[in-house]
T-cell receptor, first 118, second 112 residues
Framework: GAVVSQHPSWVICKSGTSVKIECRSL??????MFWYRQFPKQSLMLMAT?????????EQGVEKDKFLINHASLTLSTLTVTSAHPEDSSFYIC??????????????FGSGTRLTVV | DAKTTQPPSMDCAEGRAANLPCNHS???????VYWYRQIHSQGPQYIIH???NNETNEMASLIITEDRKSSTLILPHATLRDTAVYYC?????????????FGTGTLLAVQP
């Protein structure tokens, strides 16, 4: 089946620094990827939709200058948390969309990245 | 995308069938019902999806009512490893703006 690799699985950074998270579709091409954030004991919240070769579309309330998304190829999307602060500490998850049989979409998720800002 | 409603938590005895309900009374004709689960500190795992017919795969069965306003995910023989949060999502198919919006889900606790 489809596999999405997300790296790193966990990262600790100092307040004010930037952190980059990578999301790769290993055995399929994904023109569209998604980035979610999840706080403890809460559900996944969609942050943005990443489209290959174009600007990302951000959900309402998500700061696009803080969460930079780049989707430079059909298999790689990156999320950069800029000037990270402790409140950005969260579990970040990516998802890649694949057009499957029957004409409907399949969504495969990465294993997530635990970001801790100290 | 249609909103879904699920009970916040359920218990199930190991080896028994787990039946997880989902209400999606405002679902539109071109929206599929997707089920994912998330084991603690992992990314969501795809289980099954369907439009209007009942579906079965190696993991589970999906029963969708005739009016499509609700569905039930059935894990036929629950094991301790099935303990997870289960999400029912109604989403369009085929459109470029299609995306998965997660609700609060059901925490299924399988008891030994």
């Amino acid at each position: 089946g489809a596999v999405v690799s997300q790296h790193p699985s966990w990262v600790i950074c100092k307040s004010g620094t930037s952190v980059k998270i990578e999301c790769r579709s290993l055995d399929f091409q994904a023109t569209t990827m998604f980035w979610y954030r999840q706080f403890p004991k809460q559900s996944l919240m969609l942050m943005a939709t990443s489209n290959e070769g174009s600007k990302a579309t951000y959900e309402q309330g998500v700061e696009k200058d803080k969460f930079l998304i780049n989707h430079a190829s059909l298999t790689l999307s990156t999320l950069t948390v800029t000037s990270a602060h402790p409140e950005d500490s969260s579990f970040y998850i990516c998802s890649a969309r694949e057009l499957g049989w029957g004409g409907n979409y399949g969504y495969t998720f990465g294993s997530g990245t635990r970001l801790t800002v100290v | 995308d249609a909103k879904t409603t699920q009970p916040p938590s359920m218990d199930c005895a190991e080896g028994r069938a787990a039946n997880l309900p989902c209400n999606h009374s405002t679902i539109s004709g071109n929206e599929y019902v997707y089920w994912y689960r998330q084991i603690h500190s992992q990314g969501p795992q795809y289980i099954i999806h369907g439009l209007k017919n009942n579906e079965t795969n190696e993991m589970a069965s999906l029963i969708i009512t005739e009016d499509r306003k609700s569905s039930t995910l059935i894990l036929p023989h629950a094991t301790l490893r099935d303990t997870a949060v289960y999400y029912c999502i109604a989403a369009n198919y085929g459109g470029a703006t299609n995306k998965l919006i997660f609700g609060t889900g059901t925490l299924l606790a399988v008891q030994p």
